[in-house]
């Protein structure tokens, strides 16, 4: 499992996080899969109780990951608005988050998706992936090298986190 962690935590963060970073997340989370109330009683200040959706393993990793990493938001323009900032100012977008501000949802996702799918190209762009089960904002996605998206679904299905990537989970959801 921790193997699997690493891999998954490594791809998900597309060079934003450290290998001691990833590591440590990797760790405390093998911990929280294989006996949760061990690891709570170790970490008394873990906010986790079991009315959360998600098992305390994948709360481990998807609370741990920082927001260059993590995107959360309520609507598509905040979203993009996070997604650009955690690139910086010295890389330009051919799009402003503001521009999506009255868009339908599917329309302001496919924005996103065309403009991050054509940056980075020698990795095969980003693509938008939902991760976990979103608990407080109606959106949760990372950024994944086009190239990984294949092997982060799999990685995210043996660890039992749900993950699709964006643009084909709004379609699904909204029946296009």
């Not at 499992?1 to 963060?13: F, G």
């Not at 949760?36 to 959706?53: E, G, K, Q, R, S």
């Not at 503001?98 to 980003?126: H, V």
Request: with cysteine; hydrophobic share 45%.
């Amino acid at each position: 499992m921790k193997a699997a962690l690493i891999e998954l935590i490594s791809k998900i963060s597309s060079g934003c996080m450290s290998e001691a970073q990833i590591v440590q997340i990797a760790d405390e989370a093998t911990q929280a899969y294989a006996d949760p109330d061990a690891f709570l009683t170790a970490n008394p200040d873990i906010n986790y109780d079991d009315t959360f959706p998600i098992p305390l393993g994948e709360w481990v990793v998807v609370g741990s990951l920082p927001d260059t990493v993590l995107f959360q938001a309520d609507t598509y323009m905040d979203l993009f608005a996070q997604i650009v900032a955690s690139f910086g100012p010295d890389v330009a977008f051919n799009i402003k988050p503001k521009q999506l501000a009255k868009t339908e949802a599917l329309t302001a996702l496919n924005r996103i998706q065309i403009q991050m799918g054509s940056m980075n190209p020698e990795n095969g762009g980003y693509t938008l992936v939902n991760l976990s089960q979103p608990l407080d904002d109606e959106i949760q996605a990372v950024l994944v090298f086009g190239r990984d998206v294949e092997r982060v679904l799999e990685l995210c299905a043996e660890a039992g986190i749900s993950a699709a990537p964006s643009l084909e989970a709004l379609k699904v959801a909204i029946h296009v």
